[in-house]
């Protein structure tokens, strides 16, 4: 099975919500190439946002983290079903900074996507690498 390759936009902790607005708008203005998907993953405050900014394009739209449980006392997190109400088709889980800045092991990751797979979400799997791993070309190892 040949995988259809992705562009994946992930906004991180930048944008303000006009800025995102504009920008997902922007985007959709570009044109999306019919040979790959596109995914825009803009902070949690902004989903609502770029989601009514995509609606009736291709473009998916992604939470930047999600949780193992659908509700509870889990401050700070964001839960799938969180995400699939606004509109999410997909999670990133593991991202590297996540890895690095927040501890998040190989376990917690499992439980994140995990939580992502049983409510539908497509989880985009980050390996996590290091930038000193990436640039020695040992990341694969």
Request: hydrophobic share 40%; glycine share 10%; aromatic share 4%.
């Amino acid at each position: 099975m040949k995988r259809r390759p992705i562009i994946a936009g992930n906004w991180k902790m930048h944008t303000g919500l006009s800025e995102a607005e504009g920008l997902s708008r922007d985007i959709i203005k570009a044109g999306i190439p019919g040979d790959r998907d596109v995914m825009l993953a803009p902070p949690f405050t902004h989903l609502t946002v770029v989601a009514a900014s995509i609606s009736g394009s291709n473009v998916l739209l992604a939470g930047q983290n999600v949780c193992w449980e659908d509700k509870g006392a889990y401050t700070g997190e964001i839960s799938p079903v969180m995400l699939k109400e606004i509109g999410c088709q997909m999670a990133i889980v593991g991202h590297s900074e996540r890895r690095q800045l927040f501890a998040e092991n190989n376990s917690m990751i499992n439980k994140r996507l995990k939580g992502a797979l049983g409510y539908g979400l497509v989880p985009v799997l980050c390996i996590g690498e290091t930038l000193e791993e990436r640039e020695n070309n040992t990341t694969f190892n």
